[in-house]
């Protein structure tokens, strides 16, 4: 210990000078966390559609019931409903507005009001006719006879048939569109309710957060910054600098003396460690004072980070041993790193991603690494982090292991 603490104070004055090792460190992880968070994080997204109401009137009006679905679209929160003038060539009109920002139409057809009114006439009928099959032999034949002659002696008042289609166009690479038409048939289906009479639907859909922590947007984000900003300082920064040892003579110096190779590996494995709380607690100030967040890492939670940052910096002392040359270091680290980080999951859920690639996610230990912390900052519970501590155990066993191996202190 005695040749470890002043091993490990100078490597943390080098790493101060290393302007780029500062700037990924502290500066990137900040600036990360900015943008994710303004960009992800600020609430509900809006979204801008553009209507075309075809369904007009004798007199050139939109008829009612055209005007009650707008009205419905503009009522949700996060649509922008802009309208479109009625016949206008929906294709040109694209062409003559360019590319200012995706293009998504909504076109209401002429007779929507006459095939809802059809529509609602026939679900309601078809309602009253159920509804006296399950009665069954409570409604006597003179009864059911009468209700039959009143509905074949409702006057229709339209020759319209099938239903009223509301036609959503988007561009092929639209990647809102989803989400769009899930908005879209959540207002077709209210106004579906509205049009047969059903004002308290029996099934309804209430939202609330998983944990029990009160969290927004941005606290989920903390977490995934926190593991890939260890990562990445210990994946491709650290392995740079170790290459630059090796470049300029430090190491081969540090060999001259009676410092051992354990005691070299064990020094940078605390610094990165301790750098990896500090930049963390930095990420939570900024958070906090930013936008409010609330999550902090608990003991656990700082266990898991402290796992981690050994974890990379093993693999990171590997990869800076089987280079030469600073630039070449860099380039291996970000080949690896960067990959991993966004088939893992860290920033969007593996749901969005092929099967394939989920199960690759799997094998990355930044996956379980975001997990566990997730799963214990902003869920606040324990529930399945014993994986996550397990492998990222197994990983700083196994990366310090094979970091001993080919770390060469001999013959340089």
Not at 15 to 30: S, T
Not at 200 to 220: A, I
């Amino acid at each position: 210990m005695t040749r470890i603490w002043p091993l490990l104070v100078a490597l943390s004055k080098d790493w101060l000078r290393n302007r780029e090792a500062v700037f990924f460190a502290f500066l990137f992880p900040v600036i990360l966390l900015l943008i994710f968070s303004a960009v992800f994080g600020g609430g509900a997204a809006e979204f801008t559609v553009h209507v075309q109401n075809n369904d007009l009137g004798p007199d050139g009006t939109p008829t009612n019931l055209s005007t009650s679905f707008i009205d419905a679209l503009e009522g949700v929160e996060t649509l922008e409903v802009q309208s479109i003038p009625a016949g206008r060539n929906i294709t040109e009109w694209s062409r003559q507005r360019g590319s200012a920002g995706a293009t998504r139409v909504v076109v209401i057809p002429h007779g929507f009001a006459d095939k809802v009114r059809a529509g609602s006439r026939e679900a309601r009928q078809s309602v009253i006719l159920d509804t006296m099959t399950r009665a069954g032999g409570q409604i006597n034949q003179t009864n059911r006879a009468q209700i039959r002659q009143g509905l074949n002696a409702t006057p229709n008042g339209t020759n319209a048939t099938g239903p009223a289609e509301i036609v959503f166009l988007s561009a092929s690479d639209d990647q809102a569109a989803p989400a769009i038409r899930g908005i879209l048939s959540s207002v077709v289906a209210q106004f579906n309710s509205d049009a047969i009479g059903v004002e308290t639907p029996p099934t309804t859909v209430v939202s609330d957060d998983l944990g029990s922590r009160n969290v927004e947007g941005v606290d989920y984000y903390l977490p995934a910054l926190i593991a890939a900003v260890v990562m990445i300082n210990g994946l491709i920064t650290l392995p740079a600098l170790l290459a630059e040892f090796s470049g300029d003579g430090t190491l081969k110096r540090l060999i001259a003396t009676p410092l051992r190779k354990r005691d070299w590996i064990l020094a940078n494995v605390l610094q990165q460690a301790v750098l990896a709380l500090v930049i963390t607690g930095v990420m939570v100030i900024v958070a906090h004072l930013v936008f409010d967040v609330t999550v902090i890492p608990g003991p656990l939670a700082i266990g898991l980070i402290l796992l981690g940052a050994i974890t990379f910096t093993g693999f990171g002392m590997t990869l800076g041993s089987l280079v030469e040359g600073s630039d070449a270091a860099t380039s291996l680290g970000m080949a690896i790193a960067l990959p991993m980080m966004f088939v893992s999951g860290v920033f969007w859920e593996l749901d969005l991603m092929p099967e394939y690639l989920q199960t690759v996610a799997t094998l990355t230990p930044i996956y379980h690494f975001h997990r566990g912390l997730r799963q214990l900052m902003v869920l606040d519970t324990t529930q399945g982090v014993g994986v996550p501590f397990a492998i990222l155990g197994f990983g700083a066993v196994l990366a310090l292991v094979v970091a001993v191996h080919v770390t060469q202190w001999q013959d340089l």
